[in-house]
């Protein structure tokens, strides 16, 4: 997923070789984590799909199935394995993830201490931020959920990035040895504020904490306490709304509840009728998707004051 090794340029033309693991994309909505294996087959709706026809190819393929029909080989970039991974818990998507990458002023060689690490989702972005040579120390109280976090960028080929620990950072705080060696730190805890005291002392001067809580009165404890060690605290919500654009009679959508099913419908009638409905112009049309999402959590964030 990375070049994890510092001495290599990152190249985008890399080709998929046995043992890679890549995302098998169908539609925007339709995606799956597929490792290549050079026995393997892959079968969906659109027929088989043999493992040995896609080493060699480069990343973003059209490849075929023995019916003819298509999949594209995508590499796995962390806005994909976010949308592909086992949710073991709630995870963060891409608006709140970006969000959170752009305000602890992530740059390769960061150190970033994570707690819970949870599915994975964030982790895998954070790793992107700070690669070739900074490191994620990712924390999760339940061990069975780290060890499958741990499996998981294993996978991906984040092991040299990110070490997973189990740990009730809640109950015990982060570990001594990690003390003012953080760049930066994300809490996504139940009751957060109880382990600021311990981020505070792992951040080092100038240090950024980031606390997301999908409850507003988690929000108001948390501030209560980051208010004696931060400063610059501010909260943010963040929306995002997802559009699609296709090419279709305005008809079919305005007779649409759902969208994609009268549009299937009408492409139907279109080829069972001899030009009555085909012959009625197209436009290109825009909407909001239904499946666009709402409030997802809030996003705290707040500066360590300087005690020089």
């Known amino acids: 997923m990375l070049p994890c090794d510092p001495t290599k340029s990152l190249s985008f033309d890399r080709r998929i070789a046995e043992g890679d693991l890549v995302i098998v994309y169908e539609r925007h909505d339709s995606m799956k984590p597929v490792k290549v294996s050079a026995n393997g ?16 190819k480069p990343f973003g393929s059209k490849v075929l199935s023995n019916k003819g029909g298509y999949v594209y080989l995508l590499a796995p970039t962390p806005e994909l394995w976010t949308l592909v991974l086992s949710h073991r818990t709630q995870i963060l998507y891409i608006a709140d993830i970006s969000f959170v990458i752009m305000y602890l002023e992530l740059v390769p060689g960061c150190v970033v201490l994570e707690s819970g690490t949870g599915s994975g989702s964030l982790t895998t972005s954070l790793a992107r931020a700070i690669a070739p040579n900074g490191h994620v120390h990712t924390f999760d109280f339940h061990e069975q959920r780290a060890a499958s976090a741990r499996e998981d960028f294993e996978t991906c080929g984040l092991s040299s990035l990110v070490t997973v620990i189990v740990r009730d950072i809640q109950g015990e705080g982060f570990p001594d040895e990690l003390t003012g060696k953080a760049d930066s730190v994300f809490l996504d805890l139940p009751q957060p504020w109880l382990a600021i ?4 002392r792992m951040l080092q001067q100038d240090g950024v904490i980031c ?9 108001q404890k948390s501030c209560l306490a980051l208010k004696s060690s ?28 759902g969208g994609l099913a009268t549009l299937k419908a009408c492409k139907k009638r279109q080829r069972s009728t001899n030009g009555e409905e085909s012959s009625k112009p197209l436009s290109t049309v825009a909407r909001k998707c239904g499946e666009t999402r709402g409030h997802t959590g809030y996003l705290t964030f707040a500066r360590l004051c300087c005690t020089s």
Request: charged share 25%.
């Open 197 to 200: 005291p311990s981020a505070a």
């Open 41 to 56: 087959v892959f079968q969906n709706r659109f027929g088989a799909f043999k493992h040995s026809g896609w080493i060699g």
């Open 211 to 219: 606390s997301f809580s999908p409850c507003i009165e988690q929000v």
């Open 230 to 257: 931060f400063t610059d605290i501010r909260t943010f919500e963040v929306l995002l709304s997802h559009y699609e654009v296709r090419e279709s009679s305005m008809r079919s959508w305005k007779d649409s509840d």
